[in-house]
């Protein structure tokens, strides 16, 4: 199979597979020299192509460019993520004996940095009608609250946001779903997750938000002892969230170094959740180009049936 690849590599090549092309020397591209192959390979060991895509340092000056940009949105995750990612099948999901799991969106794998610079991992449970609709954790209500907690202890960039499921489970984080998370593939999978941002990040602290996601924290190997937070999710009562919130405001706000200290607002919880107070929007930089202006901005009305056996979402923005 011919691709139009005369623009990228010599035409001699072009009719080559992209598997090929990989593994092929960087002079294989075009504007490339011998002489250059060569200084590249001594200079940061590059010899061929898919060395260059996956180097760490054209990554990394890769994102610190995106984020220059006036107009910076989420790319998606790259290939070591994207290959990570697709370790734990669908079909898991899928085809689970339980049928506790919404399959009609797909999975949600995260939201945020994956390019080596979070400070802080964020946990949660598991995504909904908003964070189906931008493949991106924590988009809703719940996420707007999350990140305006967030910038209440300076964090405005360098976090990661994953779930203790992938996919949204039907009904509450009861007994069965306590066992169906410690299930061999997804625990493994989940753990691995979690060990491999700390491997990769400067991470001081991890903040997990409702019961499945403390669940998922506590059967958690955690051999960095890597210092946790469990917060009460953001869909709580303000009963609940506001004490919980406040009682840990201060101490995650001294121990996480701030991306930007003048946000920081120690200023405790009080009152209804009240958008202008409790709320921030979701970052354009945390979705995918396209997003809608609207969406993770205010939140959005789902119905659920009760007499809907499989339990459908009627899901509208607002």
Known sequence: MSFALEKLV????????????GEMSLDSLNGVS????????????????SDMGSNPFFLAAQSIYRASLENEYDPGPPPFWGQKFSSLSDDYFLNHPSDRFRTAFGGVLYRGRLDDTARVLVIGQDPSTDEAI???AFVGSAGQ?????????????????????????????DSEMRGISLEAPLKNFRDGLMDTI??????????????????????????NNIKVFHLVHPTAPESTTHPNWNDQLAEIADFI????????????????????????????????YGTPSWHGTNGTNSRRDPADRIKNIIWESV
Not at 149 to 161: H, P
């Open 145 to 173: 609250r999350l990140q305006k907690f967030l910038n209440k202890v300076g964090i405005t960039r360098s976090y990661t946001i994953m779930n203790t499921f992938a996919y949204s489970i039907k009904g509450q984080f």
């Open 134 to 136: 931008a493949r991106r």
């Open 34 to 49: 011998e002489k250059d192959a060569d200084l590249l390979k001594e200079a940061f060991g590059i010899a061929a192509i």
């Open 10 to 21: 010599n035409k001699a090549h072009a009719d080559k597979s992209f598997k090929t092309l």
């Open 257 to 288: 170094e701030p991306d930007d200290a003048t946000m920081g607002d120690l200023t405790p919880y009080s009152g209804r959740w009240n958008k202008a107070v409790h709320m921030t929007d979701i970052p354009r930089y945390d979705l995918p």
């Open 198 to 223: 700390l491997e990769r990040n400067p991470i001081q602290a991890v903040l997990s938000f409702g019961a499945g996601a403390r669940h998922a924290v506590e059967h958690w190997d955690n051999d």
